[in-house]
């Protein structure tokens, strides 16, 4: 791995949330609220899909939880009683802890205790992930391993979500030990804000080979091949990343938010040279640039701690494997296709915002863009990641600028 002539980014000291603030965090005074109903009554209440009770030896609970939210990896809840908070389970990562169940107690305790070492593991990434962006732009946390009780048909429809095949032996034990991340709720303006994130384009039906090539030569090496001309380089860049049409729109707009793409691009460079690992650009909100009372732009990384497996070293080892004709299977595409697009999309940020710099990453240029393609398109996710036909007006709309 290397890279450019990238500035030096000063680092600052970061900072962490902490168990003991959580009681003066919450409202001294929280709205009067119903008791916790027993499960049971809960679901066949809210049903199944909305709520779950939960509680535990934290002071902040118990409450009562109400799914607000499901992503790749967490589900999201919301407590009734501490509304200033929200409450993210690791689905995927607890996945072990339940599997283990059938086990016998030895097989769950080690689960377990890999969880909290996954939790210790998680504050030392995230105080790292702070030292390279302002105070503030990277909000305060705390994961830790709770107990919480669990429903069978909760968890089926969670597997179900994520195309999980459950396992026939599978045990749902009434209560079980999960990775949580409790986070406050940070209000924001959604409409001054602009939403910064990638998609897949390997998993895009509706991109042409010949301009998905051109995307990739583009953004790829250590300099770009391609048209020198901005919007020419516009076009390519929004064909193989349609979500950066916003970006780019208020961009022209605004100089403030140019500023802070080019400041979200160098330290996003940084942080990716000196640690090996990528930033979470890939969904909606994760990562925004959001106004300041001053008037000012600046990154906000909202949810953007990527999984430590997700480093630049994946790139040169997916290209091996391309190289040498040898299949990956779907989580190797997986990891595979998150670096390379991550590698990709900041360098496109980098050129929207007309900086020098670049993500220089080996492996990215060892096989072709159409060897690339082949080798990282997962069939089973091309319907999830392609838009619907009321988007593909503006996707196909460098088609018929190139025609």
Known sequence: MASGALPQITKRTPYTLKVVSLPRAIFEQPEPRPEPLPLKQALEDFGHELVMRASDQCRVLPHILHLVGKGGEHVVFEDLRFPNYVL???????LSVLYAQIRGVEAVEHEVERLRRKAAEHHERLRRLQAYFPVGAVPLELVAVKRVPLERRMVESLLRDRNIEAPKSLH?????????TLQRKIALDKKACVDVYSS???????????????????????????????EARRKIIVYIYPSLRPVIERLDADVNIKVA??????????YS????????????????????EDGHTSPFLMDALSPPELNLD????????????????????????????????????????DIPERLDVRGMTDVSPEAWHAGLMIEKYLDVYTPKKKDQSEVGSRGSDTQ
């Open 261 to 270: 793409l080019g400041d979200l691009a160098r330290r996003s460079m940084a």
């Open 88 to 94: 993210k389970v690791d689905f995927i990562e607890s």
């Open 314 to 353: 994946l790139v040169r080892q997916a290209s091996a494997m391309v190289r040498h004709g040898q299949e990956m299977d779907v989580r190797m595409r997986a990891n595979a296709l998150n670096v390379i697009n991550y590698v990709r999309f900041v360098n496109a940020l980098g050129m929207l915002a």
């Open 273 to 292: 040279v000196d640690t090996g690992e990528i930033i979470d650009m890939a969904g909606g909100g994760n990562v925004l640039l959001r106004p300041d």
């Open 172 to 180: 749902v034990p009434d209560e079980m030990d999960v990775l949580c």
């Open 200 to 230: 897949y384009a390997e998993l895009n039906r509706t991109i042409l080979p010949e301009f998905y090539a051109d995307g990739h030569r583009l953004l790829a090496a250590p300099e770009a091949v391609g048209p020198s001309e901005t």
